[in-house]
């Protein structure tokens, strides 16, 4: 700034000597008596000296508006800065509140309906007690990472372990899940002795979001496909499902916060989520120094979810069959 307001006087000073040279060098005023063309002269000096003023002027006045948006700026900014930790601080609040009754609820309409008392309606009720429970639970812990996220506080803990572990313990699950829903799950047994270097918790807990992502969106009598490969030094993992896909302008948009395919009409499956699992999910593979990625053919046309993360090693399958040491007595 102070650099413009010296920088314009000297480029009208030069102009004004410039126009006076021009003057006397052109002859123009040479017919001209000399007080006449003192006159002139004088009068061409007062117009640059009263515009040199107003351009002083506007300078000055533009600058005290700058600098007076400037401190605007920096009070709002310090305002959102506060703004944003209480709100982290109000939602671990809410989180940590929201979690011990929940628990009590769900243990109470367990208990309520294996009485030997309970009727068929009863116990039809405690189960869509259980159902609503466990989905505010899911929005609980949804909320729990965001939190974290948001904190930077979303931490992995590395372990090497293999990756098939958490296939293994998730299946059974992922698989009641499936016939619930009337939805065929295939694994194909690519790999199975990747080791890789990751939170193993966390990994889970990307592949849980997939699966249950593809059987929710998939109707009776779909197919989800779970599959892995070890390529170079990936491992990949892909959920291919059959369902309701995804417009191809949203395939990027759905890793956002709370975002939710806005092309899809079944409102009664958006009501079912939060759109959360995919942006925590992402999150995860980042912090993996992974990718994570959707695809479809369009909607109606199923979908392909893949990420990928960095393997440790790949074992032989021998070494992947070993049994491991019994632990010996000291
Ligand atoms: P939620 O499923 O809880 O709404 P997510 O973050 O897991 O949140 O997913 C965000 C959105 O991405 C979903 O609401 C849905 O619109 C879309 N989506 C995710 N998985 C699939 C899928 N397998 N098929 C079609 N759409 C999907």
Known sequence: MELLLLLVPAVLLVLML???VF???SGIGQQNSA?????MNARLIDNFVRSLAVAENTIYSKNAALNDMAARL??????LVQ???MKSKFLSMVVHDVRTPLASIRGFSELFAVQPSATERQKNMSKQMNIAVDRLNRLVSDLTDLAMIEAG???ISPAVFNFYMIIEELLPQMETLAHNQGVELKYDQVNRNALVNGDKFRLSQVLQNLLGNAIKFTPKEGLVELKT???GRWLYAYVKDSGAGIHPSETRKIFEKFYQAKHQKNEQLRKMGWGLGLAIAQEIVVQH???IAAESKGLGHGSTFWFKIPVESILRDEEFFEKPEKPKNH
């Not at 007080?35 to 006159?39: C, D, L, P, S, V």
């Not at 920096?74 to 305002?79: A, F, P, V």
């Open 18 to 20: 410039s126009l006076m």
């Open 23 to 25: 003057y006397q060098v």
């Open 153 to 155: 506080k979303l931490k």
């Open 35 to 39: 007080g006449a063309r003192e006159q």
């Open 289 to 291: 120094k992974g990718v």
């Open 229 to 231: 490969r070890a390529e």
């Open 83 to 85: 703004l944003n930790s």
């Open 74 to 79: 920096t009070l709002s900014n310090e305002q």
